[in-house]
């Protein structure tokens, strides 16, 4: 997402402001950073093309996708499985349990896995290198006041 794209705002959720030259700036942020002679929407911009930021999102990629592709395969082949297969759904398991009802408490647990891996997978990948971006991000608009 680029600060100077007009839909940026477009939801209205104040998270900026325009400059009055068309530009989106975080917060209504637009003076220059004190011995600096950048605006904050410089700044964020130049944050978000530098290595470490590309680095953070890679390694968000990197897992978000393979598990949502993951997730909506098995959930999309349990609802196909539900309407059309029948006789496997209605088969036991034990007692009255069926392989439909095993399958739906699967959706369960491969949610509450999915939530489990995230959280690890962001404390353990990205959340140090997140917390130095947002620091360096704070120390760079040091001075820009609202």
């Known amino acids: 997402m680029r600060l100077?794209?007009?839909?940026?705002?477009?939801?209205?959720?104040?998270?900026?402001?325009?400059?009055?030259?068309?530009?989106?700036?975080p917060?209504?942020?637009?003076?220059?950073v004190e011995g600096r002679g950048h605006s904050a929407a410089e700044i964020y911009l130049e944050v978000q093309n530098s290595?470490?930021?590309r680095e953070v999102r890679r390694r968000y990629r990197r897992f978000v996708v393979?598990?949502?592709?993951a997730f909506l395969l098995w959930y999309l082949a349990y609802v196909i499985a539900a309407t059309t297969a029948h006789e496997l759904m209605a088969r036991?398991?034990?007692g009255v349990v069926n392989v439909a009802m095993v399958a739906g408490l699967g959706?369960?647990?491969?949610?509450?896995?999915?939530?489990w891996a995230y959280a690890r997978h962001a404390r353990l990948h990205r959340d140090r290198a997140a917390l130095d971006l947002r620091w360096e991000t704070q120390e760079m608009t040091r001075g820009i006041s609202r």
């Open 4 to 25: 100077d794209d007009p839909w940026y705002e477009a939801s209205g959720t104040a998270w900026g402001e325009s400059d009055g030259a068309g530009a989106i700036v």
């Open 27 to 32: 917060g209504g942020w637009s003076r220059p």
């Open 51 to 53: 290595p470490a930021f």
């Open 66 to 69: 393979p598990a949502v592709v």
């Open 92 to 94: 036991p398991v034990v």
């Open 107 to 115: 959706q369960f647990l491969t949610t509450f896995l999915l939530t």
